[in-house]
């Protein structure tokens, strides 16, 4: 029973590096998306997608990319870190999305990627 | 933009008590709403979904209402236990698969 596989658990990174943040689901769920946790803050959602080949930005989706070739992954890339980006990141996933214009189903969450940038 | 409010920010019970937690929006045009469960250090769990057209959902010692007229939702735990001692969150789903989350509600359950 894998569910949502995040990986690694924990990342520094130096000011400028790159790197992705993998997440991956065994439950053929459409719906995947990446949320920031800060404290003060609550959850944020960075990008998300509706099906293999969609991704749309949600509401804090700048200095990071996704895609979506498959079904069961979905990367999130951080292009140049900034310390702003220091925070634990979870994806999520849903069996339904009802699109681009309809709601979720029940979210599973993997167990989270706790990143610190220099 | 929808406004997600958790009041207490955090609550302490002694063992055995029943307990509301709250969640207010501002925008009640809302596909859903969900409750989960935050252990400390790990992802989140959900507990409760209740879809827009419905008033509430039980699970166990677990009951969720939803009010859109009034922008509220209430978690209801009876007979609390040590192992509730978690962080509370609600999200409200919205158009374009868009869930927005509160900042949660520590609760610490007392032995």
């Known amino acids: 029973n894998a569910g949502v596989t995040q990986t690694p658990k924990f990342q520094v990174l130096k000011t400028g590096q790159s790197m992705t943040l993998q997440c991956a689901q065994d439950m053929n769920h459409e719906y995947m998306s990446w949320y920031r946790q800060d404290p003060g803050m609550g959850l944020r959602l960075i990008h998300y997608s509706v099906g293999a080949g969609i991704t749309d930005q949600g509401e804090v989706p700048n200095g990071y990319n996704v895609s979506r070739s498959t079904t069961e992954d979905f990367p999130l890339r951080l292009l140049s870190a900034a310390p702003s980006q220091t925070s634990v990141y979870f994806c999520a996933s849903s069996s339904t999305s009802g699109g681009r214009l309809q709601g979720t189903g029940e979210l599973f969450f993997g167990e989270g990627s706790r990143l610190t940038v220099l | 933009k929808q406004e997600v409010t958790q009041i207490p920010a955090a609550l302490s019970v002694p063992e055995g008590e029943n307990l509301v937690l709250n969640c207010s929006f501002t925008?009640?045009?809302?596909?859903?709403l969900q409750w989960f469960r935050q252990d400390h250090g790990k992802g989140l769990t959900s507990l409760l979904l209740i879809q827009s057209s419905q008033r509430e959902q039980t699970s166990g010692r677990l009951n969720a209402s939803l009010d859109k007229s009034s922008g509220r939702s209430t978690l209801y735990i009876a007979a609390s236990q040590p192992g509730d001692s978690a962080t509370y969150l609600c999200?409200?789903?919205?158009?374009?698969?868009?869930?927005?989350f509160g900042e949660g509600t520590q609760l610490t359950v007392n032995p």
């Open positions: 999200a409200l789903g919205g158009r374009g698969s868009r869930l927005t």
């Open positions: 925008d009640s045009a809302i596909y859903n």
